[in-house]
């Protein structure tokens, strides 16, 4: 039988990206290869689409750069000389190397990295954490993303997560905040819009001028990390003009006077100048908001990424307990859903945490670049394996991340489908499968369905997957737990069988015949109705004791607003990639185009810069070349750049983060990325006098 009359296999599968809308799919396989990949049309959520990355994402299947054997390095690390070696080769050295390394200077000289390139239960995050865990590694710290939302929000409420986010169909308010929910969580706008159609008003706050925000019934341009502020505005008005549900507020709520008194000094009038909006314009917004119920707040990660990030979901926390919108059926807050997903899933039978080995140390994965370089970290990082992620882009820093990737004696091993910015550096680069080539179980952060991705065909070449690298590994360093040598099935059927009622029917049989299943969440949840928060007193914190004995004010702030000389740097996502996923296929980079920064039309005038001329942005911890776009879409005092792994106007392969520092946020461990400022001028020419 000819190939061409060779039937179709249809395998249903989930998108492993770390997105929220965790797409079901399904691949369309002939004789072992997959040949069409496209949403599944009757999944709830995917609804037949797919993004415009993962629309062509067999193309990065086969595309002929994928790395298909285990490479050892040949010349000096950034070059990306290469030779071809075996799997038994590679994995006797690096078992050896890290061996001696641990022997010399104790496990914590080795750095397991990883994150959410593989965004699924077990290939993100398993058999890796029981050996490394085990062995005493150094524990990284994973919180570039989440982490710090999470935190400000349990401050307030007890979770990092609100309302099913379909229930937005319901809501009559709906403020997006911090999020271009069109090109970030592509899925959740036609809820959006079906709200629209039935009477809601869709409110935009954003320093840009994103498509999101085009397509909005209201635009609000605000001030970079000014949220905090413009939320406690709202509560001013709220509690002068008595718009505060004080019935919800006396039963479920603790620390309202005390938040009465804080208010005061936020009025409109005062923060207009703060915030970058005219005190009517916050009058108005904070009086719609209140009024109009259900009113439901939406944001993900874009405000986190400041260094007052946590202060700032704090503060939106309080805005929802304040209007008693958690009383109604799409009203509250709507985050990430994975909070709920792996409170239902037993998390611990798959991680093990007691294997781990107690009082090791803990380095932050934002300060890779910093402690690769720091002398006197004892013991000193001595070895690095790198999977699941791309710090040379991903990371802050990126000359400093260079610069400890450079190191002679550090010994890397990176596994990834291609020879990644971080791969170059390596020592060693173990061929990854693709999400269509491995089984994991994909739980969703945008939403409520449990999705099962068994392979659609078998890896290309000798590629592995994570969860059987980590296998081979403790092979060859010498161990023989059982417990380091789970299959993958065995590892999903433990996951499921937590006993939670939200899990109740879901088998991995189930799973494997349907594809998805909802979680047995009620279809009209409203987790906050009538209380029951999951803070130190079981109700919401308005004024919390916790972070008074954790050193930080036990009231909402504006925070610590960070100020600096030229333009501040916000940096967004873009249609084509995904950080540096998909920036080595040619369709995405033609689509994507030239490195753009963008700035206001009155920065453009004190610059001498006008839309075509190619500049340098700059500042003390580097330098790229981008091409300058003036727009209105921009506010005054702000220059946006899309992240990832763009090869600059100048040629060079520099990300944004080559401006970025390594700052830490107020708590949750994360990564001010969004307080850089940067200088802009005309290539070959120094900065002009700019009044600031």
Known sequence: MSSASSPLRMVRGACGHDCPDTCSWVVEVRDGTAVKLSGDPTHPFTRGTLCAKVNHYLERVYHPDRVLYPLKREGRKGEGHFVRVTWDEALADIGARLQAVAADSGAEAIL??????????????????????????????????GAVAAAGLSATIGTGTGIDPEQVVHSRFIVLWGTNTIVTNLHFWPLVREAQQRGAKVVVVDPIRTRTAEAADWHLPIKPASDAALALAMMHVMVRDDLVDREYVARHAIGFDALVTRVRDYSPERVAHVVGLPAGEIERFARDYATTQPSLLRPLIGIEHHRNGAMLFRTLGCLAVLSGSWKHRGGGLARSTHALQFAALDMDRVLMPEVYQPDVRQLNMRDIGKDLCDATLTPPVRALFVYGSNPMVSMPNQQRIREGLQREDLFTVVHDLFVTDTARYADYVLPATSQIEHLDLSPAWGHLYLALNPPANPPRGEALCNTEVFRRLAAALGRTEPWLFESEETMLRAALASGHPWLEGITYERLWEEGYVRLNCPEDWRPFAE?????????????????????????????????????????????????SGYSNQERHRRRAGELLVEIHPDDARARSVETGTAVRVWNSRGEVRAVCSVSNRVRPGVAWMPFGGLTDAGGAKRSVNVLTAEEPTDWGGGSGLYDAFVEIAPVGQDAPAVNR
Do not use: V
């Open 112 to 145: 397991p990295y990883s994150s959410a390139g593989t965004q699924g239960l077990i290939q993100m995050k398993s058999l890796d954490r029981r050996l490394f865990g085990s062995m005493g590694c150094t524990r990284l710290e994973r919180n570039i993303c």
């Open 531 to 579: 209380g029951g928060f999951a803070t130190p007193s079981g109700k919401a914190e308005l004024y919390s004791e916790s972070l008074l004995e954790g050193g930080h004010d036990p009231l909402p702030w504006a925070g610590d607003i960070r100020t600096g000389d030229g333009l501040q740097l916000i940096t967004g996502k873009s249609l084509h990639f995904l950080n």
